[in-house]
C-alpha cells in the first residue's frame, strides 16, 4: 500500500485553503480511471464510518465555530440522514464529473486530462483534487 497526500479543495468556499489527509492506495492502480475509483471507495467508505459513528455530538472550540461562520453554515457536521453512502452511484457520478470537467486532478504539478492516462503512484508524492463550480445566472 502507498500512502499519498491527498489535498481537497472546492471553489464554493470563501476561504482559500485546502483540506490534506492520507490515503492509502494500492500499488495496482495504472490509470486515472483507476486512481478515481480507488479514491472514490476510500471517501466512500469513511464516509459511511463517519455517519455510523456520529451518534455523539461534540462541542466546537471558538476557532471552529469561526471557521465555519466564514463557510457560511455553522455546523457539528453531523449527517442526519439515514442513508450511506452507495459506492456504484458515488463512482459513477465521480467518473462522469471527471469527464465534464467539473472535478479537476493533479497529480503533483501535473494536471491528469483523460481517464486512460497512464499514472504511476511511486512517483506521485500528492494528488489534489478540484471540485469547480457553475457561475449562476443566464447566457443571453
Known amino acids: ?56 455530538l461534540t462541542a466546537l472550540s471558538p476557532e471552529q465555530i469561526e471557521d465555519k461562520a466564514s463557510q457560511g453554515k455553522v455546523s457539528f457536521g453531523v449527517n442526519y440522514g439515514e442513508k450511506d453512502a452507495v459506492l456504484s452511484k458515488a463512482t459513477a457520478d465521480a467518473l462522469e464529473a471527471f469527464s465534464d470537467g467539473i472535478v479537476v486532478i493533479f497529480a503533483d504539478d501535473r494536471r491528469l486530462q483523460d481517464l486512460d492516462e497512464a499514472v504511476d503512484l511511486t512517483d506521485i508524492h500528492s494528488l489534489t483534487f478540484v471540485r469547480l463550480t457553475m457561475l449562476a445566472g443566464r447566457m443571453w
Do not use: F, H
Not at 30 to 37: F, I, Y
Open 1 to 56: 500500500m502507498l500512502q499519498i497526500s491527498v489535498n481537497v479543495k472546492s471553489a464554493a468556499t470563501k476561504k482559500n485553503k485546502s483540506q490534506t489527509v492520507t490515503v492509502p492506495y494500492d500499488e495496482g492502480i495504472s490509470d486515472v480511471k483507476g486512481l478515481l475509483e480507488a479514491t472514490v471507495a476510500w471517501c466512500v467508505n469513511d464516509y459511511n464510518q463517519r455517519r455510523q459513528n456520529s451518534d455523539l
